[in-house]
């Protein structure tokens, strides 16, 4: 394909990313990681014993795989909150060239388009969303994308070999999230109900076990990485599953989430099929649009029954709905690919879908710019000139300020500051409002004025 169109995914998600690139802002956790990434690069933390702030407790939240490679761009390109923005960006780039990789990849009479899946990826709210936020996710995927396209290429050759390297990848995978990098370990069975190959599938589905299975017992071979993984499945996995942790919602919620997440990527076939001329419609129900369901499905149910299943996780199986969609209504992309290919319409086909597009990312963005506008406006628009490049510790009034996650993660993050409880220190940070007292020699050095929601006081 040699027109406009395949260029068309990248510029939605470049869209995307620039809506919030320069801004103030990101959710919670991306802003964590980021933070734990920076450490790790200045030397606070060590490779199996990551550190949130200077504090004896570390981090065993995930697998530190992602964060490892995070810091190596915190290495190269130093402290700046546009690093994580930058790594997110360019992994989704890296997502979509193997999405449209893996959507010819697939063994088909006909295949989809090459742009198709990845633009309704781009243009999908949580994939629009996932580019920005700097999740674990971003890197977590990518080997989820090769393990899978890893197994195709092993049935198409017929070759054990890469059934191997995709159990390599999977192991890749669980090493930057956990347990919901999973799910390619199940894609021989989607392979086997898909083309009629189950009997085949099962020498293929032992490679793909002993290639996670090898990087494991990797895991075996230091006493530092196994009590980091241990530590990490007793505090995230068990007590996830056992309930002993925050508890999510509903089953039913999380197939409502999924619902808003393929709705719109319908709306965007939709006006495809419209700006085509309305052909006759057609699905094709073959075995590569069983196969793309097959792994969606893999992917997503196993949050129905799942006490955590936050929504993001469906980012995951999300690209996989649009595959099957791509595939299953592929006539509708070859009939635009058509209109479009003509010279007198192709900047109409192009401005027509970014005109739907680009809004819908803006806006689905615009309540998000500033995630916590009380730092921004304190803190951020009025930066504080902190005495040292070292950590602080801040102790927070009210107590439960140390708690407002968003907020300490931005403290962490920007200033390398850590709220806590300890009345000795130094630095006090005052919401408005509080009732209490400090030592008259306290005075306010952030930030100056009359309307702020905080302050920064020097007990010194």
């Known amino acids: 394909m040699r027109h406009p169109l395949i260029l068309l995914p990248f510029i939605i998600l470049t869209v995307s990313v620039a809506t919030r690139f320069f801004a103030y802002g990101m959710f919670v956790d991306g802003t964590y990681y980021a933070n734990i990434a920076r450490n790790l690069s200045d030397g606070l933390g060590s490779w199996w014993s990551l550190q949130v702030n200077p504090s004896p407790w570390g981090f065993f939240e995930h697998p530190p795989l992602a964060i490892w490679l995070q810091s190596l761009a915190f290495?190269?390109?130093?402290?700046s909150r546009y690093v994580e923005k930058a790594y997110s960006y360019v992994c989704g780039l890296l997502q979509l060239g193997l999405l449209m990789g893996l959507s010819q990849a697939v063994p088909a009479q006909k295949r989809a388009p090459t742009f198709f899946a990845a633009l309704l990826f781009a243009a999908s709210p949580l994939g629009t969303w996932i580019f920005n936020c700097n999740m674990l996710e971003n890197t977590m995927m990518l080997a989820c994308f090769g393990a899978v396209w890893a197994q195709i290429v092993g049935m198409k050759r017929n070759s054990l070999m890469w059934f191997l390297?995709?159990?390599?990848?999977?192991?890749?995978?669980f090493m930057s999230k956990g347990v919901l990098g999973l799910f390619p370990l199940a894609t021989p069975v989607a392979i086997g109900l898909a083309y009629g190959q189950l009997r085949q599938m099962v020498p293929r589905s032992v490679m793909v076990l002993f290639g996670f299975g090898a990087g494991?017992?990797?895991?075996?071979?230091?006493?530092?990485?196994?009590?980091?993984m241990v530590e990490y499945y007793y505090g995230q996995v068990y007590n996830s599953v056992s309930g002993v942790r925050e508890l999510d919602n509903p089953h039913a919620?999380?197939?409502l989430k999924l619902l808003s997440e393929i709705l719109p990527i319908l709306g965007v076939t939709l006006v495809m099929w419209l700006l085509a001329g309305r052909p006759r419609l057609w699905l094709d129900t073959g075995a590569a649009t069983r196969l793309w369901l097959l792994i969606a499905l893999s992917a997503s149910l196993p949050l129905v029954v799942s006490p955590k299943n936050r929504w993001y996780f469906l980012v995951l199986s999300t690209p996989f709905y649009g595959l099957a969609l791509a595939q299953g209504l592929r006539s509708i992309?070859?009939?635009f690919e058509a209109v479009c290919a003509?010279?007198?319409?192709?900047?109409?086909?192009?401005?027509?879908?970014?005109?739907?597009?680009?809004?819908?990312?803006?806006?689905?963005?615009?309540?998000?710019?500033?995630?916590?506008?009380?730092?921004?406006?304190?803190?951020?628009?009025?930066?504080?000139?902190k005495p040292t490049e070292e950590w602080l510790e801040v102790c927070a009034h009210p107590e439960?300020?140390?708690?407002?996650?968003?907020?300490?993660?931005?403290?962490?993050?920007?200033?390398?500051?850590?709220?806590?409880?300890?009345?000795?220190?130094?630095?006090?940070?005052?919401?408005?409002?509080?009732?209490?007292?400090?030592?008259?020699?306290?005075?306010?050095v952030h930030p100056q004025g009359e309307q702020v929601d905080y302050r920064l006081y020097d007990c010194k």
Request: charged share 20%; net charge neutral; glycine share 4%.
């Open 216 to 228: 494991m017992l990797l895991l075996w071979s230091s006493e530092e990485s196994w009590r980091y």
């Open 342 to 385: 003509k010279r007198s319409q192709r900047t109409w086909c192009v401005l027509g879908l970014l005109m739907l597009a680009v809004p819908a990312v803006a806006a689905h963005h615009y309540q998000s710019l500033r995630f916590y506008p009380k730092f921004h406006t304190d803190f951020s628009v009025m930066p504080w000139a």
């Open 400 to 444: 439960e300020l140390r708690r407002r996650w968003s907020l300490a993660a931005d403290f962490s993050r920007d200033y390398k500051v850590h709220l806590s409880d300890r009345q000795d220190a130094r630095f006090h940070l005052v919401e408005a409002g509080w009732t209490g007292s400090l030592p008259a020699s306290c005075v306010v």
């Open 75 to 79: 290495d190269v390109f130093g402290d």
């Open 333 to 335: 992309a070859y009939e």
């Open 253 to 255: 919620y999380i197939l």
């Open 165 to 173: 390297i995709s159990g390599v990848l999977v192991f890749l995978a």
